[in-house]
């Protein structure tokens, strides 16, 4: 591929953290074929990208070297490769040095000499495509974070006993293959942390028992539907579980309540009002950001008491005064992305709200409104706006931490 000056690749890669729209096509196409920088092309971009919450996608890189990888190794954020399918142990021993989350989903071999360079990497370390043999197997229990293998369909022995060795979070993604005995042999690790996306049944109350045995994270968020006996083993886990549950019974909800530690239970839309209020009870943190409707006051001021790094319910397409007030308390940012509409009355709870408040699902805010929302003294998203009148313009731009759409 011909070169193209680097004044040419600095106005391409700005497309990385601005608007799209505001560059012409053809610096679109040019960044989407690039499957190789220079370092100093390199340098120049990673310098944009000095946030640890920011996400560099090289989406068309196919080559590269050890030079171009310690460059981009010095991005403080996520470093994501989409297409690179190989790797040398050299450049696998300067990506190893990147302090954020590190996405190699597209590699598709792996020597043991590169998997022992990449386990140095101290952060999420991904790798959804690698043919996995014991050879490159062993030297990846040396990564102490979370490691996610995703060509792992079966677990035979051989690979269960390497996997045991594992001391950070384990993230299997695509296993569906699981029995008690496999359960035994992977959290003989010593931390315990396991992610299984896939299992979709646990039928029996030994394989909940060694489940159960993990003291970090368990994530079971495909697990749909369990036995009530199967779940009265579960809870009886000692960390964080994380279970993907459709509805809550009455009597799983009393079920639930006994166990001891932080509780996720995200893939709930509705509860009934007695199971609701049978949650508020939960000793621990309760999370539950799939609700697409939160009609009790105790489970929103329960949500809200987790003090979380974040109050995400962005499935809540309406919400009531009375539980507004509830969830602004917890004073974190708080996510309702597909809030449809805005009452003078909700809009001043809102506003009342002392931190990060998203409602980039609203379409169109009254005059009366607005004027409320303006008092929210911290960031307000309301990036979805599409139909303002002049007058909430001028309102909104009284408020310069307000987020409004990008104009076109």
């Keep these: 591929m011909t070169r193209k000056p680097l004044r040419i690749w600095l106005i391409v890669f700005t497309i990385l953290i601005g608007s799209a729209s505001d560059l012409p096509a053809q610096l679109m196409r040019d960044l989407r074929i690039c499957t190789a920088l220079k ?29 171009v990888a310690r460059e981009l190794a010095a991005c403080k954020g996520d470093l994501e490769f989409s297409v690179l399918k190989s790797l040398t142990p050299e450049t696998a021993a300067e990506l190893a040095s990147h302090p954020g989350m590190l996405r190699l989903d597209a590699l598709n071999t792996l020597s043991p000499e590169t998997a022992a360079a990449l386990a140095k990497h101290s952060a999420p370390l ?68 396991l992610r299984l996306e896939a299992v979709t049944a646990i039928n029996t109350t030994e394989l909940a028992t060694k489940l159960a045995e993990s003291p970090g994270l368990l994530s079971l968020r495909h697990l749909f539907e369990v036995p009530d ?18 509805s809550i019974s009455q009597t799983q909800a009393e079920i639930l309540i006994r166990h001891p530690g932080p509780l996720w239970l995200n893939s709930v839309p509705v509860l009934s009002e007695s199971s609701a209020q049978i949650l508020t009870s939960h000793p621990d943190k309760l999370v539950m950001s799939g609700l697409t409707s939160l009609e009790d006051p105790m489970l929103a001021e329960k949500l809200a008491a987790n003090k979380p790094s974040y109050l995400s319910l962005n499935n809540l397409t309406s919400l009531r005064p009375d539980i507004a007030r509830r969830l602004v308390a917890a004073n974190c940012p708080l996510l309702l992305k597909k809030l449809a509409s805005l009452t003078p009355e909700l809009a001043t ?23 409320i929302l303006v008092q929210h003294n911290k960031r307000l998203v309301l990036t979805g706006l599409t139909s303002v009148s002049p007058e909430v313009q001028e309102i909104l731009a009284s408020n310069k931490a307000i987020q409004l759409p990008t104009k076109k």
């Design 39 to 67: 370092p100093e092309e390199a340098r120049v971009l990673v310098a944009r990208y000095q946030s640890p919450k920011s996400v560099l996608t090289l989406g068309a890189m196919e080559e590269l070297g050890p030079e």
């Design 126 to 193: 991904s790798l959804m495509g690698v043919h996995l043999d014991n050879n490159n197997l062993k030297p990846l229990m040396d990564h102490s974070g979370m490691l996610i293998l995703g060509e792992l369909f079966a677990m035979p022995e051989d690979k269960a006993q390497i996997l045991s060795q594992h001391a950070g979070l384990l993230v299997l993604p695509k296993l569906t293959s699981f029995d008690s005995d496999l359960a035994e042999r992977i959290l003989a690790a010593s931390s315990g942390k």
């Design 229 to 246: 006996h199967c779940l009265e083993v579960l809870v009886t886990q000692k960390g964080t579980l994380d279970i993907g549950l459709k």
């Design 349 to 371: 709870e809102l506003a009342d709200h002392q931190a990060t408040l998203d409602l980039s699902g609203i379409r169109s805010l009254t005059p009366e409104v607005a004027r």
